[in-house]
T-cell receptor
Framework: DADVTQTPRNRITKTGKRIMLECSQT?????MYWYRQDPGLGLRLIYY???????NKGEISDGYSVSRQAQAKFSLSLESAIPNQTALYFC????????????FGPGTRLLVL | ELKVEQNPLFLSMQEGKNYTIYCNYS?????LYWYRQDPGKSLESLFV???NGAVKQEGRLMASLDTKARLSTLHITAAVHDLSATYFC????????????WGAGTKLIIKP
């Protein structure tokens, strides 16, 4: 089984709808991240969490919110989806041991119409 | 502004050739990461470079880091089709609290 899972894997929604993307991990890592990937732009950080009580905004947090329900679960919400939020979303985890290697989930492909 | 620039962004090459992907960054850092992404797939860690002069090699890929020049290179030797992928570098700035700054990626196509 995969160490980092994301649901759903694909989602089509309409402008103005609220949607939630979920991430779960079995790696036992404290740190979790949400990124979005757009063609030609690499990865941009949306939110990150270093433990259940520590949540921080990333580079592009506007229009998004997150919830860290447990060490293993980190959810990303789009309160009112808009078309320019169409992207590939990745969840990642890391266990800082002097090295910030991140382990990625399979991604969620989101289309906002 | 923190920037990580990769070049080229797209590279098409023949099997058997050698080539280098460059990753320049604008901030102080002695930690740099290389990742690989296959089409439609997630990202996978390739190399972690933790100090000036660090060199890591796996198979036909070799990565190096020059922190004084703020430059990392990913060298491909005798390319094979299986290395076709998008390669990302990511920098861990010294004062960032370990938020990685990502390059835009280099899409590598290796033709048989």
């Amino acid at each position: 089984d995969a160490d980092v899972t994301q649901t759903p894997r694909n989602r089509i929604t309409k402008t103005g709808k609220r949607i939630m993307l979920e991430c779960s991990q079995t790696k036992g890592h404290d740190r979790m991240y949400w990124y979005r990937q757009d063609p030609g732009l690499g990865l941009r950080l949306i939110y990150y969490s270093f433990d259940v009580k520590d949540i921080n905004k990333g580079e592009i947090s506007d229009g998004y919110s997150v919830s860290r329900q447990a060490q293993a679960k980190f959810s990303l919400s789009l309160e009112s989806a808009i078309p320019n939020q169409t992207a590939l979303y990745f969840c990642a985890t890391s266990d800082f041991d002097g090295v910030e290697t991140q382990y990625f989930g399979p991604g969620t492909r989101l289309l906002v119409l | 502004e923190l920037k990580v620039e990769q070049n080229p962004l797209f590279l098409s090459m023949q099997e058997g050739k050698n080539y280098t992907i460059y990753c320049n960054y604008s901030t102080t850092s002695d930690r740099l990461y290389w990742y690989r992404q296959d089409p439609g797939k997630s990202l996978e860690s390739l190399f972690v470079l933790l100090s000036n002069g660090a060199v890591k090699q796996e198979g036909r890929l070799m990565a190096s880091l020059d922190t004084k020049a703020r430059l990392s290179t990913l060298h491909i030797t005798a390319a094979v089709h299986d290395l076709s992928a998008t390669y990302f570098c990511a920098v861990d700035p010294t004062d960032s609290n370990y938020q990685l700054i990502w390059g835009a990626g280099t899409k590598l196509i290796i033709k048989p």
